[in-house]
């Protein structure tokens, strides 16, 4: 049997003394588990959406990213996401297309050298 780091109590305790602060929490919406629509939807491709609509309602607003018709986007390169969410970038590549495809993402290509611009969709 494998050893732990630390037992059961000091475990508890610890995460009983965790202070968990909004900004430390990534919110995954109930619909991707309950709506036969995104059943079929990879775990990657949901986390990757929530961590996008994360970005969208605190950075983008925080930085003023509003286009020139009020809405508001992200922009990343593929291999920035790869390393905020320790995925490989033919990951991200899949992924970004299945949300497209799920029709949760648009993306808008600003320029050789320069990250797409990402709209988040809402689908409620």
Do not use: C
């Not at 709506?35 to 949901?46: E, G, Q």
């Amino acid at each position: 049997m494998p050893k732990t780091l630390v037992s059961d109590h000091e475990r508890a305790e610890k995460f009983e003394h965790y202070p968990v602060h909004e900004q430390d929490v990534l919110k995954v919406p109930v619909a991707f588990f309950q709506d036969d629509r995104f059943r079929s939807m990879s775990t990657h491709a949901k986390f990757l959406y929530s961590w996008l609509l994360d970005r969208t309602t605190n950075l983008s607003q925080k930085n003023n990213w509003i286009d020139d018709k009020g809405r508001f986007f992200v922009h990343y390169a593929n291999k920035e996401l790869a390393s905020y969410l320790n995925l490989g970038e033919s990951t991200i590549r899949k992924r970004m297309d299945e949300l497209r495809e799920i029709g949760l993402i648009k993306t808008v290509r600003i320029g050789q050298g320069n990250p797409n611009r990402i709209y988040v969709m809402t689908f409620w």
